[in-house]
């Protein structure tokens, strides 16, 4: 018998095996090296039978995740504001209560959640900045300095730091690059991918246009990744590996001071990530790919402003940021598709009013 993982997201002890009748043997499974947090993959089993000349052949879905459903997702990532729409970004490690400044060479424009994006480091924080000829960074909490990408004047396409309110970090099979990409809009409203050596390609070209890449996971539940991205008419829409886009039904954002979404994540644990975002009358929202909404809060109390899934009270379980009516102080749900409950957040003992326009994002514990 042999056993494969689909998109070579697990590895095994073995992958091939010799039973004897009524022999039985067990098999260790772990993740690759490069997944993070709850990974979800269909394994291929194949028996032959030399004796009888038969073959059997199974598909399952397997989803493994760590106890705490928040551990890959237990720092918040915000700016602070410098100058109009810019910002110095700021760390927040809850388990802690400390607040970490990490190295910038420019003012922050847009920001990314976490992810190994130099090949050294779990928490690299991408970043895009209006100043120099380089408008593409990743920062580290704990280095002297952040990183340009690319190191050169980048080829087309180029990314506009004017346009994108968000930024996200991923792998894209299809794409002629490799390795994690930094995803976001370029300056023709396409979406663009750069890597680590500054390499850029253009990964699709919506008919509706991208404003923000929110991030890359599997929201449909087929096996397979899909970048989801805000469009030009505000409403969340995926690209699947095949080219093709879908847009999500009922799916309209709200929008003010930046766009009010956030990347998706597994809430309840059940393997299928939804998208957070507020919807027009500024309650918090999860929405899965075919349009069932949820609203956390009804009594709009939060600004149409970027939104972040962080463990941001080091329970293991994932709570929803926001900015709240409050001026503008960032506030959670606890609780989510539970008691739904809003609290303010405390930083070192004080409230904080970040940057708006830049957003929340989630980072990694290292």
């Known amino acids: 018998m042999t056993i494969e993982s689909r998109n070579g997201r697990f590895n095994f002890s073995t992958s091939q095996i010799n039973l004897a009748s009524g022999e039985n043997r067990e098999i260790s499974v772990s993740t690759t090296s490069t997944e993070t947090g709850e990974v979800s993959d269909f394994l291929r089993f194949v028996a032959t039978s030399l004796e009888y000349g038969t073959n059997i052949e199974a598909t399952r879905r397997l989803t493994l995740k760590s106890e705490s459903a928040g551990a890959d997702r237990g720092l918040l990532i915000y700016a602070v504001k410098t100058s109009q729409s810019n910002g110095d970004i700021r760390v927040y490690n809850p388990a802690t209560d400390t607040v970490s400044n990490p190295p910038q060479s420019r003012p922050a424009s847009a920001l990314g959640d976490t992810a190994d994006i130099v090949g050294d480091s779990a928490v690299d924080i991408p970043y895009l900045t209006k100043q120099g000829k380089n408008r593409v960074y990743a920062t580290t909490v704990g280095e002297s300095s952040d990183t340009q990408i690319p190191k050169q004047n980048s080829a087309k396409p180029k990314i506009d730091p004017n346009k994108p309110t968000r930024i996200a970090v991923g792998e894209w099979q299809p794409a002629d690059l490799s390795g994690k990409l930094i995803l976001a809009e370029s300056n023709q409203g396409n979406i663009a991918g750069i890597d680590a050596d500054g390499n850029a390609e253009v990964i699709a070209r919506p008919g509706n246009g991208c404003s923000a890449v929110m991030g890359v996971a599997d929201v449909d539940d087929d096996g397979s990744d899909e970048i989801i991205f805000f469009d030009g008419s505000q409403e969340i829409r995926y690209l699947n590996q095949d080219g093709s886009t879908e847009k999500v039904p009922t799916g309209g954002v709200g929008s003010n001071n930046g766009s009010g979404i956030g990347p ?22 999860l929405i899965t790919s075919d349009g069932v909404k949820t609203r956390l809060n009804k009594n709009g109390v939060a600004k149409k402003a970027g939104v972040a899934p962080v463990d941001i009270d080091a329970d293991g379980d994932l709570e929803l940021l926001f900015f709240g009516n409050d001026e503008g102080k960032v506030q959670y749900v606890d609780d989510v598709l539970g008691s739904n409950t809003i609290e303010t957040l405390k930083v070192e003992g004080s409230t904080i009013s970040p940057e708006e326009k830049i957003g929340l994002g989630f980072g990694r514990q290292p």
């Open 264 to 285: 998706p994540a597994d809430f309840d644990g059940d393997g299928v990530p939804r998208v957070p975002f507020i919807d027009g009358s500024q309650n918090p929202t």
